[in-house]
């Protein structure tokens, strides 16, 4: 199973939006271990949404597509459509 999440922390107030193969507390582990990258700036990430998918590429588009919205306020509305 691959998974689309997005991680946001309130030090930066920013968010991340990437994909994986792994657990999410795992994937979530790793980027608050010591590793360079965007998320070595914040040591708050948290889980705030997630998609689940059967293959690699389904959940590469939905980390694209996301990306190229360049809207944190759609970010916001689709972290609150999924809360209802």
């Given amino acids: 199973m691959f998974q ?11 968010f ?5 193969s792994e657990e999410l507390d795992e ?9 360079s990258g965007f998320t ?5 990430w948290k889980i705030v949404y997630s998609e689940k998918f ?3 590429s389904s959940a590469y588009k939905r980390e694209l597509k996301i990306k190229s919205w360049k809207s944190k306020v759609k970010i916001i509305e689709l972290i609150k459509s999924s809360a209802g």
């Fill in 16 to 20: 991340y939006v990437g994909h994986t």
């Fill in 27 to 35: 994937r979530l582990r790793k980027h608050l271990s010591s590793h």
């Fill in 54 to 56: 059967t293959d690699k």
């Fill in 40 to 44: 070595a700036k914040a040591k708050d």
């Fill in 4 to 14: 689309f999440y997005i991680l946001f922390s309130e030090t930066l107030n920013k």
